[in-house]
């Protein structure tokens, strides 16, 4: 059985849904804290948020907190291994990727080059996806499925209790339903006004599946070896079903 409940954050919608009734209500209450920790840290729609602090530094370090450690350094691995595809990185006047020798540091303090900006949303919402089921299904012993916005993330047993059936999770995004293996995740990426200029990818995580989404549309034929070992592609119909295209190593649930 699966029962779930929605909310906001990162400015979009949440939905939180696990195999055990019993266990909603903790649910919900443990990603609405991490979700408000992340909005406080690197959304910039709050006013006190921790990464303002990076953009007034002009290129000085800064003592960040280990939340805003933990999603810099995620957004600047996927941004590495798509060659900027994510572009967690921007040049404030042109917003395109930055180049390999104007880095960002990380370390004891971190140092964002002057003229740089960090963008830090769509990993974030990830984070709160693939870290929330991971830590609730730890502690909950049951199955989870956290959607933030257009990005989901599945750990712990599927709803039939079992590992071996056809279609253990089924997730909406954008009136799309996503049929996932358990303890997979799923990304929805591109331009909006038309499933034609989107891609849905299948991954082990949220992140992987956003970056991979976002790479593919810009490289759909680059046969990258960590795409072919990390996701699977999905396409969606004209019924809102979602079809698997297999583009990659991993298993894809049936629709």
Do not use: K
């Amino acid at each position: 059985m699966i029962v779930s409940a929605t909310l906001f954050g990162l400015d979009t919608d949440i939905a939180v849904s696990v195999t055990d009734p019993n266990c909603l209500a903790r649910a919900v209450r443990h990603t609405r804290s991490l979700a408000r920790r992340l909005d406080e840290t690197i959304n910039r729609g709050f006013a006190n948020a921790e990464i303002i602090a990076l953009d007034l530094a002009d290129g000085e370090p800064v003592m960040v907190s280990s939340l805003l450690d933990q999603v810099i350094i995620e957004a600047l691995f996927y941004d590495d291994l798509t060659d900027g595809a994510t572009q967690a990185v921007l040049g404030p006047a042109t917003g395109s990727p930055v180049p390999p020798w104007h880095r960002v540091s990380i370390g004891a303090a971190t140092t964002i080059p002057a003229g740089l900006r960090l963008d830090l949303m769509a990993t974030g919402r990830a984070f709160l996806a693939d870290h929330a089921a991971e830590v609730l299904a730890r502690e909950l012993g049951c199955g989870v499925l956290i959607r933030v916005g257009a990005v989901a993330a599945t750990v712990g047993e599927a709803p039939s209790g079992g590992q071996g059936t056809n279609e253990p999770w089924t997730v909406d995004i954008g009136g799309v339903r996503i049929p996932l293996c358990a303890g997979q995740a799923t990304a929805r990426v591109g331009d909006r006004r038309g499933a034609a200029g989107q891609m849905t990818i299948v991954a082990g995580s949220a992140a992987m599946a956003h970056a991979a989404g976002l790479y593919v549309l810009r490289a759909p034929a680059d046969p990258s070896p960590w795409l072919r070992d990390h996701a699977a592609a999905i396409i969606g119909d004209e019924d809102g079903n979602a079809h698997a295209r297999p583009y990659g190593g991993l298993p894809v649930a049936a629709a």
